[in-house]
Nanobody, 115 residues
Framework: QVQLVESGGGLVRPGGSLRLSCAAS????????RGWYRQAPGKEREFVAS??????TNYVDSVKGRFTIHRDGGNTLYLQMSSLKPEDTAVYYC??????????WGQGTQVTVSS
């Protein structure tokens, strides 16, 4: 089992920046992919970014060039968000996937982009 806790969300003005963190604990050795998703009000949850153990990253087109996913040497995943837009407003979730194809989700952190 893997437990995930997100933090770093908040209210930011358009054009601003935030860094989200996802702290992991448990059976981290079994994880091969890590990612961020978001869900805006009235919309389905959507993929934002992912990173494999080998460091290969992938982004949804709407955030390319503005968001960066990365990991530290420990058990924390980050999403650096810059040039934020009102349409980036959503609850952001981290998701880990293990070699057994089990998914683990955090509880989410709210990001609101508004003037």
């Amino acid at each position: 089992q893997v437990q995930l806790v997100e933090s770093g969300g908040g209210l930011v003005r358009p054009g601003g920046s935030l860094r989200l963190s996802c702290a992991a604990s448990g059976s981290i050795f079994s994880i091969y992919s890590r990612g961020w998703y978001r869900q805006a009000p009235g919309k389905e949850r959507e993929f934002v970014a992912s990173i494999t153990n080998g460091g290969i990253t992938n982004y949804v087109d709407s955030v390319k060039g503005r968001f960066t996913i990365h990991r530290d040497g420990g058990n924390t995943l980050y999403l650096q968000m810059s040039s934020l837009k009102p349409e980036d407003t959503a609850v952001y979730y981290c998701k880990y996937m293990d070699f057994g194809n089990s998914d683990y989700w955090g509880q989410g952190t709210q990001v609101t982009v508004s003037s």
